[in-house]
């Protein structure tokens, strides 16, 4: 049952959206605290027990359970207080990075601001997005270091600020200090290896070889091929050629490698026996989500006196590679925050090696068999994709580069240019009949793989989620469906800028902020053009759904629903997520007939003109550009 809100309700939350601002953006005018606002915030302070971090490290436990404590307290205040109490945070610490990540979790928390929209965070603090001269002259540097480094000729993806915002959201939604929501450990797990996906995909189509995994046992050993400098505000560069030291030190924190290794070795220990050993030494058996929860050491970790805090401590270990015991005060590397790691190369490389542990336990599945698979009585007869401004070429996607206008804040209000990527807009065509007598509730997947000749088996962690929706249909219906690209279930959905809110543009919150950039659902492909394989798989939504009469709409794939369990019953990235016995893409689709697989081209233009992509800018303000 749905109800309208009234219109006194939607003014006080448009009102309530503006105080909010109040929060996150500081009037220059009056951004100095008076001696009672001091005095007053200093007694609040006390009261909630709060310590400020400086130098604030999202994968240090001790950090991460005093910034929830805290935004526990605040987020029990009236709102109002709230509010100001954030509000005068925000005054006395202008950039700082706990205070950004405190004032978003006590507004998710507080009941009155949790379905409120928040302003992007690359808005308000934009230090932890664009590096430091785009921030000073508004564009950002020339990169000339492609033959000293070729890892720079995919910066433009790993920098795009759509990925630190989905992997910092994600992170703030899913929280590593409270119990875990509904399959967080599987979706941890899922979520980042779509990243490395995507960045595998980007990798092949300039030439490289896939991501090879740097941890424990995996050339951690050796010295780090990959350096790194992420020119930002508060973080440090990483030459080439640095080793793993033995002992790291974090303030008071050591964390040693050897501990790291062993936790590896017991977790590869437990996988082999098919349990995890709880405290008690009872045997727990292994599920993706317990595996996940355990490796992100949350609230749901099965021991973490036994299995450690693997994933975070690779994180510390690689910030503090050029300064491991801090003796020379050196800032540590972007690793140290979840919006800054995923600019680093060896973020991919650590999560290769996370990876590989998940993988240990995939590769321990049984397969998928033809009826595990097949939907009765539904068949997908063909899948094409239609791409708009060249409708006559099918089967083809294109890709370019362009300049976007980010409006930024704190300290002031103040417009940059980026370059990022985009695509033309295009749509799914898609032929499907119910072949039986009855109504029926169909759940497409779709997903994207680069052609290879790898065999299957081999290649299906490379294959990224474009889509998943369900159709309705009627008794012996043969009908073409057509679905657009925006409307995929990966991708944020429109945000709700600054001037929205401003302007009185805002809506309820749908999604926790969390979603893969809309400008890089397709990959770049290349000139020559880059074959790939575009496959569909339909399955019954009915027994798949959770809930299968609620939408499933925003980026339930990468995310989840907020305040709602995950909608799909299926395994995330089914029919991926185990080992399987096809030789390959087009073994699977033939034996299956709801499956379907189209051979696709992904064309970058590096000087295309007329983009037509209005709808995905932040200011209607694209300039395009040639590579």
């Known amino acids: 049952?749905?109800?309208?809100?009234?219109?006194?309700?939607?003014?006080?939350?448009?009102?309530?959206?503006?105080?909010?601002?109040?929060?996150?953006?500081?009037?220059?005018?009056?951004?100095?605290?008076?001696?009672?606002?001091?005095?007053?915030?200093?007694?609040?302070?006390?009261?909630?027990?709060?310590?400020?971090?400086?130098?604030?490290?999202?994968?240090?436990?001790?950090?991460?359970?005093?910034?929830?404590?805290?935004?526990?307290?605040?987020?029990?205040?009236?709102?109002?207080?709230?509010?100001?109490?954030?509000?005068?945070?925000?005054?006395?610490?202008?950039?700082?990075?706990?205070?950004?990540?405190?004032?978003?979790?006590?507004?998710?928390?507080?009941?009155?601001?949790?379905?409120?929209?928040?302003?992007?965070?690359?808005?308000?603090?934009?230090?932890?997005?664009?590096?430091?001269?785009?921030?000073?002259?508004?564009?950002?540097?020339?990169?000339?270091?492609?033959?000293?480094?070729?890892?720079?000729?995919?910066?433009?993806?790993?920098?795009?600020?759509?990925?630190?915002?989905?992997?910092?959201?994600?992170?703030?939604?899913?929280?590593?200090?409270?119990?875990?929501?509904?399959?967080?450990?599987?979706?941890?797990?899922?979520?980042?290896?779509?990243?490395?996906?995507?960045?595998?995909?980007?990798?092949?189509?300039?030439?490289?070889?896939?991501?090879?995994?740097?941890?424990?046992?995996?050339?951690?050993?050796?010295?780090?091929?990959?350096?790194?400098?992420?020119?930002?505000?508060?973080?440090?560069?990483?030459?080439?050629?640095?080793?793993?030291?033995?002992?790291?030190?974090?303030?008071?924190?050591?964390?040693?490698?050897?501990?790291?290794?062993?936790?590896?070795?017991?977790?590869?220990?437990?996988?082999?026996?098919?349990?995890?050993?709880?405290?008690?030494?009872?045997?727990?058996?292994?599920?993706?989500?317990?595996?996940?929860?355990?490796?992100?050491?949350?609230?749901?970790?099965?021991?973490?006196?036994?299995?450690?805090?693997?994933?975070?401590?690779?994180?510390?270990?690689?910030?503090?590679?050029?300064?491991?015991?801090?003796?020379?005060?050196?800032?540590?590397?972007?690793?140290?925050?979840?919006?800054?790691?995923?600019?680093?190369?060896?973020?991919?490389?650590?999560h290769k090696f996370v990876d590989a542990i998940f993988e240990a336990y995939r590769v321990n599945l049984e397969p998928y068999s033809v009826n595990d698979l097949t939907m009765k009585d539904t068949e997908v007869n063909n899948i094409q994709i239609v791409t708009e401004k060249k409708p006559n070429q099918v089967n083809n996607l294109f890709t370019f580069m362009m300049e976007k206008k980010y409006t930024i804040y704190n300290p002031e209000k103040k417009v940059v240019q980026k370059k990022i990527l985009n695509h033309i807009p295009f749509s799914y065509k898609l032929k499907v009949r119910n072949t039986s007598c009855r109504n029926s509730m169909v759940v497409f997947r779709i997903f994207l793989a680069p052609e290879t000749e790898e065999l299957l088996d081999q290649w299906r962690n490379m294959f990224i989620e474009l889509d998943k929706f369900v159709a309705y249909l009627d008794p012996g219906e043969d009908r073409e469906i057509t679905r657009f690209d925006h409307q995929s279930s990966v991708i944020l959905p429109p945000e709700t800028t600054v001037q929205d809110i401003l302007d009185d543009n805002t809506s309820p919150q749908q999604t926790c902020g969390c979603g893969w950039p809309r400008n890089l659902l397709i990959p770049r492909g290349n000139t020559a053009g880059m074959k790939a394989n575009l496959l569909v798989l339909a399955t019954n939504w009915e027994k798949d759904g959770v809930s299968p009469d609620q939408v499933l709409s925003g980026s339930v794939s990468y995310c989840g629903k907020m305040g709602y369990p995950y909608p799909d019953k299926k395994p995330m990235g089914f029919p991926f997520d185990r080992v399987t016995t096809f030789l390959d893409v087009r073994d699977l689709a033939s034996k299956l007939p709801n499956s379907c697989i189209a051979g696709v081209t992904i064309n970058f233009l590096e000087d295309y003109v007329g983009a037509g992509v209005e709808d995905m800018a932040e200011d209607s303000s694209y300039v395009l550009v040639s590579e």
């Not at 000339?144 to 070729?150: A, G, I, S, V």
């Not at 490395?196 to 046992?217: K, M, Q, S, T």
């Not at 017991?266 to 599920?287: N, W």
Request: glycine share 6%.
């Open 1 to 350: 049952m749905s109800c309208k809100c009234s219109s006194a309700t939607r003014g006080s939350k448009k009102k309530l959206h503006k105080e909010i601002l109040k929060v996150f953006l500081v009037d220059d005018e009056q951004s100095v605290l008076h001696e009672d606002q001091f005095e007053n915030l200093q007694k609040i302070l006390r009261d909630l027990d709060f310590s400020h971090i400086p130098k604030f490290n999202s994968f240090d436990t001790t950090h991460m359970m005093a910034a929830h404590e805290t935004a526990r307290k605040i987020s029990k205040m009236p709102v109002k207080e709230m509010i100001s109490t954030l509000s005068s945070l925000r005054k006395l610490y202008r950039s700082d990075q706990l205070v950004e990540y405190l004032t978003r979790v006590s507004l998710y928390k507080h009941s009155a601001t949790t379905s409120l929209t928040l302003p992007p965070p690359r808005q308000t603090l934009p230090r932890l997005y664009f590096d430091c001269h785009i921030l000073e002259t508004g564009r950002e540097a020339v990169c000339n270091n492609t033959r000293l480094d070729p890892e720079q000729r995919l910066s433009w993806w790993r920098e795009d600020p759509g990925i630190a915002e989905h992997h910092y959201n994600w992170h703030v939604y899913y929280p590593y200090t409270e119990a875990p929501r509904d399959r967080q450990g599987e979706l941890f797990a899922y979520m980042h290896e779509q990243m490395l996906a995507r960045y595998d995909f980007e990798r092949l189509a300039v030439g490289f070889g896939r991501v090879r995994a740097f941890g424990p046992g995996y050339t951690w050993e050796k010295p780090l091929k990959e350096g790194y400098n992420p020119r930002m505000e508060g973080f440090s560069f990483r030459p080439s050629g640095m080793l793993i030291s033995e002992t790291i030190r974090m303030e008071s924190k050591l964390i040693l490698t050897d501990v790291l290794q062993r936790n590896k070795e017991r977790f590869f220990y437990s996988l082999a026996r098919g349990y995890l050993e709880r405290p008690d030494s009872a045997k727990v058996e292994i599920t993706m989500d317990k595996l996940g929860n355990t490796m992100e050491a949350n609230m749901g970790s099965v021991n973490k006196k036994l299995y450690g805090n693997l994933h975070n401590d690779g994180h510390n270990i690689l910030s503090t590679i050029n300064d491991p015991d801090g003796r020379y005060d050196v800032e540590p590397g972007p690793m140290i925050a979840t919006q800054a790691a995923p600019r680093d190369t060896v973020f991919y490389r650590w």
